[in-house]
């Protein structure tokens, strides 16, 4: 396996850290003041001027749409491990994905409708999405069960004729109370006689369809996450044409392993772009600050948790890589022990970095004058997101053994015996 980012990925690291330097870093607290005006005047989810007034000056950087691989509908697009050097800048800054049309959820939801919708559904909704004139929402946790497992699932999905009648409550619908959001792909129970993992499908459902209801916002450590935010939504006999179903009914978790895979490893790469800054902050601080009359940057204390910082992102940055270059070369299929991995190992790292940034800072570091705070609930929620660190670790562990028992019974085998 090599990692070394070729000539064309080198530039566009070159361009997309000159147009973090121009345009995303010296306008973060100009952002953090505009949802604020925006949320003074009742309306939290309005979408911000400065980051519609930065997209148009990313796509004609050449910086759009990196995320989608194999799209003829998105040349520009980079595969995986080209990807993750990138994703990793765009992660330091909360906001900065959006400005390259790269943000979750838009980004898994383009994938889906890339791999597996009609030309139709494409032509209605991917081609907007990509152009970034509309946004969409993943709707697939509900409140009343541990969606954890996702055959717990309970919204219905109920064919009627030509149409599909869906009734049910849904929420961490990021994104969803956005005014452009324009579209939902959404998971529920179509049979629930079939077999266990053959129950459900995804639904592709206009977001000002007739019964969607969007009931509150909630919060994540007290933040409202504005102008993203996540919803809990109510369907309540929401029709659409049956043609919006996705692959075929009982196919939604294979729709959901292709889907989840990417925007696992993209939150992965954001988190080590988060870790980074955190460590990058740590050191800033501690250089500056003097306590018992010598800077805090000579404490050894400091020393260690600066080097075990530098020693955690290495790994999770290596590790994400071969998971990127797996599901390039073989598939996220092959590759979801790395993806699973990865999935428990970047977030923990981000938390733990951010975690003794935060100490560094003192009081300043869960206050609001500094990123670290947000970007710390940001990280911790990740932890939860597309499958809790304990789902992922009862697959790798499940692999691991299933590895282990073919070796065993391999080294069991009675020896052959020829005759004489």
């Not at 969607?212 to 939504?233: C, N, S």
């Not at 929401?238 to 939604?252: D, E, Q, T």
């Not at 955190?278 to 948790?305: D, I, N």
């Not at 691991?400 to 052959?416: D, G, M, N």
């Amino acid at each position: 396996m090599h990692f070394d980012y070729s000539p064309k990925v080198q530039d566009l690291q070159a361009r997309l850290q000159a147009f973090m330097d121009a345009h995303i870093y010296p306008n973060e607290a100009r952002f953090m003041d505009e949802v604020a005006a925006n949320r003074a005047r009742g309306n939290p989810w309005r979408p911000t001027e400065l980051v519609e007034r930065l997209k148009p000056l990313a796509r004609a950087a050449g910086l759009w749409n990196l995320f989608l691989p194999n799209s003829p509908r998105a040349p520009e697009g980079l595969s995986n491990l080209e990807y993750a050097p990138l994703c990793e800048i765009m992660g330091r800054v909360s906001f900065a994905p959006e400005v390259f049309n790269c943000s979750a959820p838009d980004t898994g939801n383009m994938e889906t409708l890339e791999r597996y919708a009609s030309e139709a559904l494409k032509d209605r909704w991917l081609a907007p999405l990509l152009r970034g004139e509309i946004r969409s929402a993943f709707l697939m946790t509900e409140p009343e069960v541990a969606s954890s497992d996702a055959t717990n699932i309970q919204c219905r999905i109920e064919r009627e004729g030509d149409e599909l009648r869906i009734n049910g409550r849904k929420w961490w619908s990021s994104g969803a109370g956005d005014p452009r959001c324009a579209v939902f792909i959404l998971m529920g129970k179509t049979d629930p006689q079939a077999p266990r993992h053959a129950q459900q499908s995804m639904v592709v459902v206009p977001a000002d369809a007739p019964g969607v209801h969007i009931e509150r916002a909630l919060t994540v450590f007290g933040y409202d996450d504005a102008p993203h935010g996540h919803m809990e939504l109510r369907l309540e006999n929401v029709r659409v044409p049956a043609s919006h179903i996705l692959l075929g009914a009982g196919r939604g978790f294979e729709i959901a392993q292709g889907r989840l895979g990417p925007g696992r490893i993209h939150h992965c790469m954001r988190s080590i772009g988060a870790a980074e800054r955190a460590l990058e902050l740590m050191c800033q601080r501690l250089t500056r600050r003097v306590a018992f009359g010598k800077p805090l940057a000579a404490q050894s204390v400091w020393h260690e948790r600066i080097a075990e910082s530098r020693c955690l992102i290495e790994q999770a940055r290596l590790l994400t890589l071969k998971a990127a270059y797996m599901m390039d070369t073989v598939g996220n299929k092959v590759a979801k022990a790395e993806i699973a991995m990865i999935k428990v190992v970047a977030p923990n790292v981000a938390c733990q970095v951010l975690d003794w940034a935060i100490q560094a800072h003192g009081g300043a570091g869960v206050s609001q004058d500094f990123v670290l705070a947000q970007s710390y609930a940001n990280q911790r929620t990740l932890r939860l997101a597309d499958g809790p660190d304990e789902v992922h670790r009862m697959a790798i562990a499940k692999l691991e053994l299933a590895r282990h028992q073919v070796q065993a019974t391999t080294e069991l085998e009675p020896p052959v015996t020829r005759g004489c």
